[in-house]
């Protein structure tokens, strides 16, 4: 009862800080004119590093940056906004960037409560002895990133809102490192925390979330309805337009929790996405308790793609070569546990153009999947299971017979993987909506020896194939090999049972910390497919037949 009470008194506080706005004109004429702030904020800075003083306070107000000079946070000097109403930096023209910088001999400092129209941050390589922060902070569009860290550790990015308007849409059917477009862009970082943070949203549904998220977003939330609803700055209501929440390259030890990565405005309407999560010849990446909708499972989104490393040693710093090498050589050590994934999915590929192919030691566990799109989203016949299932492996390498045959084989003579290794799927539960077959688990061309699937994957909703034996329990497709003549009630392929599930307890394959989260009740926030699908509860249970 006490933890209840807490948790009412917390979304009350959230809810009442982001409703109680003074629109009054004393609050609203500060923001009528564009102040040209490069300079002041510049020397305020360098003067703040000078004297020692630790924290360079903003006013409210809407202040403009030259996006050709970047601001450069000093030694020793951490940036505030006001604590109540907007302090925002912006540029006079919306189709260029500005940006802070961040250098390496500035160590433990903060951004913090500050609103990023078109001016995004970026970190440059750092050692840091203490953890630095960005905190609680508004970002509208922002290049490539709203937040680029590179050669960096310790960075801890919570309680921020990540938005992205049509008119800064990527272009890029299948982005790259220079050309994607993303909340955070983390190359080469380690030991990094991204939590609580919001990316994409409908802002005509903004209210549906205030009473699921943590106390942190209060202030960025409620600087972004004063200046919805009180400065009246002709945001588009869609704000969803991220190819990618964040991109991940060559990083260690990034934990991913606690965030909502929404795409959904609506859930049909075509964009150029990459994936929710892309992380990329990366180790130790942990990917919990999040809830991520609308990137569609094809073509080409998803919730999370972990790939092996590609070739790009061209952008490395040979000085960090040591630590470069370990972190490029393997996509190992990836653990996607108690996320809700709507009409999204999980992948991992060994990469057709890489270095080092290994995927290995990638744990998917107590994940709900809820598939929502069917036909509308469908994939050319040919990649039909191969790519776009609920859990997904395929090695695009050993499919073009080590490269020297063009286009990948797609058919079940693809030569059976030698570089997938320890993959385990358990626990996961699959649902879809009425006239949708739920999806399954594509093993690809695995060598089945490498893969832990327990009958712990199972559906909630009518399974693939009602009325068989054990219907309930997620089939595994694998090598693309289908029952002959037979389809689902929705015309779906069935899955041909040549690779059994483990019956053995696959618990200890579970770090012990990541056993038993659970996952968040963002969901709840949320109706997908223009208001007409419900969401489920992931604690829905296990189908039974009849």
Known sequence: ??????????????????????????????????????????????????????????NPGLFTLDPVKPIVLRKGVSLKGDPYQPSILSVKDKNTTGTIEVYQDNQAWAIQDIVFENVNIQVQENTNEDETAILGNLFFNGQRGSIIARYGEKLYIDGNVFLRDEA???????????????????????????????????????????????????????????????????????????????????????TIKENILNATFPDTKPISQDHAISVVGSNQTYITENFIAGWQIADFGGAVR?????????????????????????????????????????????????????????????????????????????????????????????????????????????????????????????GATKGVDPNVISLG???????????????????????????????????????????SKNGGKIPMKLVHHTDDDLNDQIPAQLRNLKIPEFWKAFTLKNDTVPMLSPDTPCYKSS
């Not at 009470?5 to 109680?20: G, P, Q, Y």
């Not at 942190?216 to 991220?242: M, T, V």
């Not at 080590?402 to 993959?423: A, C, D, E, K, L």
């Open 1 to 58: 009862m006490k933890f209840s009470s807490i948790i009412f008194a917390t979304a009350l506080l959230v809810i009442s800080s982001v409703n109680a706005l003074d629109c009054s004109p004393e609050n609203t004429e500060i923001y009528s004119e564009e102040l040209d702030y490069s300079s002041t904020l510049q020397d305020m800075i360098d003067e703040a590093s000078r004297t020692k003083k630790p924290v360079v306070y903003l």
């Open 168 to 254: 800064h849409a990527g272009h890029y059917t299948l982005p790259t490192y220079n050309t994607t477009n993303t909340g955070v862009l983390l190359q080469t970082q380690k030991n990094t925390v991204v939590s609580n943070n919001i990316f994409g949203m409908d802002l005509r549904k903004m209210e549906n979330l205030v009473p699921y998220v943590s106390q942190q977003l209060r202030a960025p939330l409620r600087n972004l309805k004063f200046i919805h609803e009180c400065l009246k700055r002709n945001l588009d209501d869609e704000q969803g337009y991220l190819a990618s929440g964040l991109q991940l390259y060559a990083t260690n030890d990034i």
């Open 306 to 430: 972990f790939t092996s490393a590609v070739k790009y040693f061209n952008i490395c710093r040979y000085t960090l070569i040591s630590y470069a090498i370990t972190s490029f050589i393997l996509q190992v050590d990836g653990y996607v546990i108690s996320n809700y994934l709507a009409n999204t999915g999980v992948m991992m590929y060994a990469a057709v153009h890489a270095d080092y192919k290994q995927v290995s030691n990638i744990v998917v566990h107590k994940n709900f999947l809820y598939r929502f799109l069917g036909k509308e989203v469908a994939v050319p016949e040919e990649l039909d299971g191969w790519l776009y299932e609920g859990v997904t492996f395929f090695d695009f390498y050993t499919a073009r017979l080590n490269y020297t045959v063009r286009p990948p084989i797609w058919n079940s003579s693809v030569p059976i993987s030698p570089w997938g290794w320890h993959i385990v799927v358990s626990d996961n539960k699959f």
């Open 445 to 487: 061309n695995l060598d089945p020896t490498e893969g832990y699937f327990d009958r712990k994957n199972c559906y909630v909703t009518e399974p693939l194939v009602a009325g068989s034996k054990n219907a309930e329990v997620v089939p595994l497709l694998w090598r693309q090999t289908y029952e002959q003549g037979k389809f």
